[in-house]
């Protein structure tokens, strides 16, 4: 081991599957050694099994799927309000004084305090779900994305201009595409916090999903249902990263992400 | 080809400094007027205002007083009736060669065959057939300068205004892209303006120096090259090429002296 010195990819993917292995097999001595009451925390095993009768019996597929529809339902409604404003507070100084100060205050209120105001607005239903998930990443998305589009090379703005670029013709041929990768790499990283929101929403007053699913089974004291829940999340947000990043580096050759 | 003559007229500029101090000068009234066809070098050690004057020329900078006229019209903004190549690599990350080459007529609106075949033209020039795919972060230094001034010659400008274009480059590299630019204005005779802090570099392009004083700048001699073109690397060995040489060299120390100082 030299410091930076880079690793290997196989040996990247060994090292990573790896620890996978040593957090299970410490699972496993802790639950099948009798350290932990099975009260507590189910062992891997039955934590599969509990897995197994909640896709089988339960219906817990339906459940995933709808978490699925609320995270990206939220998430798309944010991007497409925040994406935009950025852009026009990263390109035009004036537009950014405009909403800062108040970005900057809005996007310190957590997201589940509004949740008690929120049922009483749009009730329990779906659009209560999308507005916890809107809050929470909406104000942090247009910071991200209007400081991303404000680093602009300004020499790279300079030479659009004397080859006659307009004002316009500058945001959406070199602000935009300057500052593509970098937004869709801030994408990616709150769409995690969005998972976490949608956890948070539906503990509250929801009648389906992961989330709903995991406070049935604490009234049934089943950890290992709760387990395979927050597990579930966790490759979900594990896929969709991989996903992104292919996708990243398929829209953006020219970038080294 | 283009024939409009350039004219810089007392243009001067000044920066305001930070918490009531007076100003700085950066420029003294300065008065210039550029043939069509010429290739000025403007000389001067750093700091001394030679880019605050292209950039002003460029319409990227605005003067504090006085203008910059083309052909009687006076310059307020950028255009691409005056191309620039900047020291710092400034090709779009994100566009090929080509694409960045293409980038201004695309701007214009030209028919796509047209972009094609002026952009074709360029990369000939500049000799950088094979490389139309590549991305800028794929080329060396030298190769993104000559992207850079195909991308500047495609828009067909008045005036060519390089600011160090090559003072990023290695030595080697940095006498081939002379030689380049050379074979581009002895065959075409567009305007330039090239800046520089390079008394050879000067020689060996400009049929005209403006050594520049040290801050707060001005022109302070104007000597003429009367080497002829064509010309090549030999003549950087010849003894008239010695003699202007010594002579700039004369001009340059004291400035650089009075900078220090």
């Known amino acids: 081991m030299e410091p930076l010195k880079p ?47 909640l896709l089988t019996e339960f219906g817990f597929l339906g459940d995933i799927a709808v978490t699925i529809w609320r995270v990206v ?30 970005l900057s205050f809005a996007r310190y209120l957590p997201a589940s305090a509004f949740i008690p105001l929120l049922i009483l607005w749009a009730g329990v239903g779906e659009a209560q779900k999308l507005s916890v998930i809107v809050i929470g990443s909406v104000f942090q998305l247009v910071i991200m994305v209007a400081g991303v589009a404000g680093a602009t090379r300004p020499d790279l703005v300079e030479a659009a201009r004397t080859l006659g670029s307009g004002r316009l013709s500058i945001l959406r041929r070199v602000v935009i595409p300057a500052a593509a990768p970098q ?19 539906e503990l509250i007053g929801a009648t389906s999903g992961i989330g709903h699913m995991i406070m049935d089974s604490q009234r049934l004291l089943d950890t ?27 829209l953006f050759p020219w970038a080294v992400l | ?41 403007i000389l001067g050690p750093s700091g001394c205002g030679k880019s ?24 307020a903004a950028p255009g691409p009736d005056r191309g620039m190549v900047f020291q710092s690599y400034t090709l779009f990350p994100w566009l090929t060669v080509e694409e960045n080459i293409r980038y201004g007529l695309r701007e214009r609106g030209l028919p796509e065959a047209q972009q094609a075949e002026i952009a074709a033209r360029f990369i000939a020039r500049t000799g950088l057939r094979g490389f139309e795919g590549h991305w800028p972060r794929q080329l060396s230094g030298g190769m993104q300068q000559r992207t850079a001034l195909a991308r500047a010659l495609a828009n067909d400008p008045e005036i060519l205004l390089l600011d160090e274009p090559f003072g ?39 049929n005209r120096v403006l050594v520049m004083s040290a801050r707060p700048g001005r022109i302070k001699a104007e000597v003429p090259v009367p080497l002829p073109y064509p010309r090549d690397w030999t003549m950087k060995t010849i003894p008239e090429f010695g003699t202007l040489k010594a002579r700039l ?9 009075k900078s220090l100082a």
């Open chain 1, 7 to 53: 690793v290997s990819p196989g040996a990247r993917i060994a090292l990573g599957a790896g620890f996978f292995a040593v957090f299970i097999a410490a699972w496993g001595v802790a639950t099948y050694g009798g350290y932990v009451p099975p009260l507590f925390l189910a062992s891997p095993g039955k934590t599969l099994l509990a897995g197994w009768s």
């Open chain 1, 73 to 102: 339902g939220g998430f798309l409604i944010a991007a497409a309000v925040a994406v935009p404003l950025g852009l026009l507070m990263g390109a035009f100084k004036p537009i950014e004084a405009f909403f800062e100060p108040f």
């Open chain 1, 183 to 201: 937004i869709a790499e801030t994408l990616r990283l709150v769409l995690g916090w969005a998972w976490t929101y949608v956890i948070v929403a």
């Open chain 1, 224 to 250: 290992g249902q709760m387990i395979f829940g927050i597990a579930v999340i966790g490759i979900i947000g594990l896929v969709t990263d991989l996903l992104f990043k292919a996708a990243n580096r398929r």
């Open chain 2, 1 to 41: 080809m283009s024939a409009k003559t350039l004219r810089i007229a007392g243009v001067t500029r000044t920066f305001p400094t930070q918490r009531r101090a007076a100003p700085t000068l950066a420029l003294q009234p300065t008065d210039l007027s550029v043939a069509p066809g010429e290739f000025v070098a």
């Open chain 2, 52 to 75: 605050t004057l292209l950039r002003i020329v460029a319409g990227l900078d605005r003067p504090t007083a006085g203008q910059v006229l083309l052909d009687g019209t006076a310059v």
């Open chain 2, 168 to 206: 990023a480059l290695d030595h080697q590299t940095r006498e081939l892209m002379q030689e380049l630019l050379l074979e581009i204005w002895e065959a075409d005779r567009k305007t330039v303006l090239f800046v520089t802090h390079d008394i050879d570099e000067a020689i060996f392009l400009a």
């Open chain 2, 249 to 257: 060299m004369g001009e340059i120390r004291d400035e650089v002296r």
